[in-house]
């Protein structure tokens, strides 16, 4: 009895402080109304703007920052995966679509996913170009905006690592500015207001099919369009890793940053919004746990007992893939299968490129393409209705009640948003390469694009015999820079010791007394040596009286 009274003087206790904190009429209290300025920051908390609460803000803006660190583990995974010699060129186009990618998302990227204005209609919408905004509601836009860019430059990322070693770097820039049309017409289809996708009740809460579906199919076509490096089909076996440790890194930086990814895509944590977003985290995880353990089986069985790191790499990243588009929608059980499937497809149609002859460097078609592709699916397989929250899943999934509703939704906006995909990378690459051909010409591919585009010059990785061979060959002896120094070295070191210990060293060297001591041992060396080689002093007789053969002799005088 005592627990119950306890109990119910907690909850009126808690009541009271609610109404106070919120300004609501209290008992005996005349409700607070003094107006305040919305730019007022003496206020302990902002009021409800179109559905936006102060810690919503904090948690998107919190996931944006962690989503955007996972540009260091794409460029970390790209890097462990290409040669040595093209490393810094791979980092340094992470660097550009980040740079790049972002000024076009802000000038009218943004606009074409979520703008208002007059002639929006469901293909894409207009306004809000070069966004800014003065008003109250400023911190609702900058907030999106920031979350979406973080998303619209992982996009481009993706196609980074599949054109790898043998895209031109300048061309690359031009694509990495104009490719934000390829994120944002099918983003404004999947969870703008106006998009068609979006009226008919697609689910894509993270984006397996807005981002992971839309880079991999832009990878395929990328990575068609360009060819395949050199001598790429010349071997049996795909090149080997320049830093698997790179690699790996690389896989640990973007596991930690899918939890922020899939959980800050319920857009807050205010009302019921938490639960879904610490249901996304755990059905993210497992499902990365069941993709990993699919990848490290495959690996066993395809390398004879051995655990190849890209199979076992591309194995979890499939799985989070897979996972991205229904990780609120979804329970545990579900998530395991899904990360395993998605695991399995992002390895097994490795092979359906190599027979196509299509040279993808990091598997970035078949990880987040097809595995893109599966977490739409997926989704409409095993959702559920969205109770908790406003609805993110309208509908059940067909193994839920037998009906191909949401199904059907799924797999039209899979196929629209591959076709949108290829098609549009198409033609920017298309055109791009009429104003910069976007194919290194040979001997920047033999050299590398360290060397050629960043002037950084590897030792011992074949950069050195390919300058040795090309500076004698007519058409590329201009064009090869014998000037440059390899890296690692601190050359002002160098210089500084030659210049003053090396006058030392030589006066030393030229000593006379030191000349002497030394023509000494040599003369002394010269006739232990000549006396060594006299065969006669070590001649013996052997146990039948007669002489050792020249090899016993030559052996015993080397033992000596």
């Known amino acids: 009895t005592k627990l119950i009274l306890l109990d119910s003087l907690l909850q009126e206790n808690l009541t009271l402080h609610r109404k106070k904190k919120n300004k609501l009429p209290v008992a005996g209290m005349e409700q607070v109304t003094t107006p305040k300025a919305w730019n007022d920051t003496s206020l302990p908390e902002f009021p409800e703007l179109d559905g936006w609460l102060w810690d919503d803000a904090l948690w998107q803006i919190t996931a944006s920052m962690i989503?955007?660190?996972?540009?260091?583990?794409?460029?970390?995974?790209?890097?462990?995966?290409?040669?040595?010699?093209?490393?810094?060129?791979?980092?340094?186009?992470?660097v550009v679509d980040v740079v790049l990618g972002g000024i076009t998302y802000w000038s009218f990227g943004y606009g074409l996913s979520y703008g208002t204005d007059t002639g929006t209609s469901w293909f894409t919408a207009l306004g809000s170009w070069f966004v800014g905004e003065e008003g109250p509601m400023q911190g609702p836009l900058f907030t999106t905006f920031l979350f979406q860019m973080?998303?619209?430059?992982?996009?481009?990322?993706?196609?980074?690592?599949?054109?790898?070693?043998?895209?031109?770097?300048n061309a690359y820039c031009l694509f990495s500015l104009v490719n934000t049309i390829v994120y944002c017409v099918p983003a404004g289809w999947l969870w703008g207001g106006h998009g068609f996708l979006y009226k008919l009740g697609v689910v894509d809460i993270a984006g397996s099919g807005g981002v992971h579906l839309v880079g991999g199919a832009s990878a395929f076509v990328a990575a068609w369009l360009l060819g395949p490096r050199l001598g790429r089909w010349d071997l049996d076996t795909?090149?080997?890793?320049?830093?698997?440790?790179?690699?790996?890194?690389?896989?640990?930086?973007?596991?930690?940053?899918?939890?922020a990814f899939n959980a800050g895509s319920t857009f807050g944590i205010s009302g019921n919004k938490w639960r879904l977003s610490a249901k996304a985290c755990v059905t993210t995880i497992m499902a990365s746990f069941s993709g990993g353990l699919v990848g490290m089986v495959q690996s066993y069985v395809m390398n004879s007992g051995k655990q190849d790191v890209l199979t076992v790499v591309n194995g979890i990243l499939g799985g989070l893939v897979g996972i991205t588009a229904g990780c609120a929608v979804v329970d545990v059980y579900e998530s395991l299968l899904i990360g395993a499937v998605g695991s399995f497809i992002a390895n097994i149609t490795a092979p359906l490129l190599n027979f196509l002859k299509v040279d993808d460097a990091v598997g970035a078609t078949c990880v987040h393409g097809f595995g893109g592709f599966w977490g739409m699916i997926a989704v409409g397989l095993f959702a559920k209705e969205d109770k908790i929250s406003e609805g993110y899943s309208k509908f059940d999934g067909f193994v839920w009640?037998?009906?191909?509703?949401?199904?059907?939704?799924?797999?039209?906006?899979?196929?629209?948003?591959?076709?949108?995909?290829?098609?549009?990378?198409?033609?920017?690459?298309?055109?791009?390469?009429l104003i910069c051909p976007i194919r290194m010409a040979e001997h920047m591919e033999l050299l590398g694009a360290d060397y050629c585009e960043h002037n950084v010059f590897h030792p011992g990785v074949g950069v050195t015999r390919a300058v040795s061979v090309l500076q004698h060959v007519p058409k590329f002896s201009a064009k090869v820079d014998n000037s440059l120094k390899p890296v690692g070295y601190n050359y002002g070191h160098n210089h500084y010791v030659d210049s003053t210990y090396g006058p030392r060293i030589s006066v030393f060297q030229n000593n006379p007394v030191r000349q002497g001591i030394v023509r000494a041992a040599e003369s002394l060396g010269a006739g232990i040596q000549s006396l060594f080689n006299r065969q006669?002093?070590?001649?013996?007789?052997?146990?039948?009286?007669?002489?050792?053969?020249?090899?016993?002799?030559?052996?015993?005088?080397n033992s000596i």
């Open 67 to 94: 989503i955007f660190n996972m540009q260091t583990g794409f460029g970390m995974l790209e890097s462990g995966c290409v040669s040595l010699k093209n490393e810094v060129n791979i980092m340094m186009k992470n």
């Open 401 to 433: 009640n037998g009906e191909t509703h949401l199904l059907s939704i799924q797999l039209l906006a899979a196929c629209v948003i591959t076709v949108w995909s290829m098609t549009s990378t198409y033609f920017l690459l298309f055109v791009i390469d």
């Open 238 to 259: 795909s090149p080997p890793m320049g830093s698997p440790t790179n690699a790996v890194i690389g896989l640990y930086m973007l596991w930690w940053g899918w939890l």
């Open 536 to 557: 006669e002093p070590f001649a013996r007789t052997g146990d039948d009286g007669g002489h050792d053969s020249p090899e016993s002799s030559n052996q015993e005088q």
């Open 150 to 169: 973080s998303f619209a430059t992982t996009a481009t990322t993706i196609v980074s690592g599949a054109i790898a070693e043998r895209c031109d770097f």
